[in-house]
């Protein structure tokens, strides 16, 4: 994916089971979790592009977030900061080649960063 291609939707949920059951058949979404993403299961819409995760509902995190690749997580909030952002998730590792963050802009819109590979 390039810089500032969305690469998924996060929401958040109060319980995994009843979430994962209402999307399926809802959407017809094949939710399942994968290896090494243990509490985070995924899946991928019809068009084999966009996808998703349900995840665990948090303070400050209530309400559908979108997350968009870069080149640098570090430059990006580095950006962020410098126009008026905040950091709320400092960038942390998901795997051994891939990085999240995630910052909240002037609006109080909640952004994901993802760097990296999957």
């Known amino acids: 994916m390039a810089h500032g291609d969305i690469t998924h939707l996060e ?10 059951d209402f999307y399926s058949k809802v959407f017809g979404w094949q939710i399942a979790e994968a290896a090494g993403y243990e509490g985070y299961p995924m899946w991928q ?7 998703g995760a349900l ?3 948090e303070d ?3 309400q559908p977030r979108s997350v968009i690749e870069v080149d640098s997580i ?3 909030l580095a950006l962020v900061q410098e126009l008026g952002g ?12 891939s990085w999240y963050a995630v910052f909240v802009d002037a609006d109080g ?4 960063l993802f760097e990296g590979e999957m």
């Open 86 to 97: 905040t950091v709320t998730h400092p960038k942390g590792a998901v795997s051994e080649s």
């Open 109 to 112: 819109n909640s952004i994901g």
């Open 11 to 20: 929401i958040p949920v109060g319980d995994l089971s009843r979430a994962t």
């Open 60 to 62: 400050g995190f209530t």
């Open 45 to 51: 819409a019809p068009n084999g592009v966009s996808g």
């Open 55 to 57: 995840t665990a509902r």
């Open 74 to 76: 570090d430059e990006t």
